[in-house]
T-cell receptor
Framework: GENVEQHPSTLSVQEGDSAVIKCTYS??????FPWYKQELGKGPQLIID?????GEKKDQRIAVTLNKTAKHFSLHITETQPEDSAVYFC????????FGKGTMLLVSP | DVKVTQSSRYLVKRTGEKVFLECVQD?????MFWYRQDPGLGLRLIYF???????EKGDIPEGYSVSREKKERFSLILESASTNQTSMYLC????????????FGPGTRLLVL
């Protein structure tokens, strides 16, 4: 089955800096790669996703890149703000989602 | 907006009890999922359902069963709760095939004593 590795497990940045979270996947048949943000006490919420026929996607301060050959994809957050502090999960899907173990992002004012 | 609700936010049960976790979605989604979330392990799929009365095992189905009698409701059942089932349980739903986005409920934090 699919295996998704996510790094780093924790990430601390200063407000205004950029943050990058990286994931690798094992199943070359996976074709959908969402990123979820989970705030304390809440369920995960989709923030951005990318499909295998696209190399990059951007939504305001958030971008995701996908390298199908290397089987890795990354989340980039620019101009981080304290409200970006949360746990972020990557996932890969062929039919069901397989999640990474999560990255706790802390943005200090 | 899609709304996925879970019957309890917090639940405390004793070892050996039968436990029901309920999930309801209001968007007529065919697909529903149950995950458990543990620190350092991320989200792991327990069971999912593509339609009423249909169920499929996920990655960690042992010790669990599910029921989907109505399209909007997907129940997770712990037949005999054990301490290693103490966890956060998340329900999700998804529109028909071709749209992979899953929408999550707020989660139920279960403590088994």
């Amino acid at each position: 089955g699919e295996n998704v590795e996510q790094h780093p497990s924790t990430l601390s940045v200063q407000e205004g800096d950029s943050a990058v979270i990286k994931c690798t996947y094992s199943d070359s048949a996976s074709n959908y790669f969402p990123w979820y943000k989970q705030e304390l006490g809440k369920g995960p919420q989709l923030i951005i996703d990318i499909r295998s026929n696209v190399g990059e996607k951007k939504d305001q301060r958030i971008a995701v890149t996908l390298n199908k050959t290397a089987k890795h994809f990354s989340l980039h957050i620019t101009e981080t703000q304290p409200e970006d502090s949360a746990v972020y999960f990557c996932a890969a899907s062929n039919s069901t989602l397989t999640f990474g173990k999560g990255t706790m992002l802390l943005v200090s004012p | 907006d899609v709304k996925v609700t879970q019957s309890s936010r917090y639940l405390v049960k004793r070892t050996g009890e039968k436990v029901f976790l309920e999930c309801v979605q209001d968007m007529d989604h065919e697909n529903m999922f149950w995950y458990r979330q543990d620190p350092g392990l991320g989200l792991r799929l327990i069971y999912f359902s593509y339609d009423v009365k249909m169920k499929e095992k996920g990655d960690i189905p042992e010790g669990y069963s599910v029921s989907r009698e109505k399209k909007e409701r997907f129940s997770l059942i712990l037949e005999s709760a054990s301490t290693n089932q103490t966890s956060m349980y998340l329900c999700a739903s998804r529109p028909p095939t071709g749209q992979e986005t899953q929408y999550f409920g707020p989660g139920t934090r279960l403590l088994v004593l």
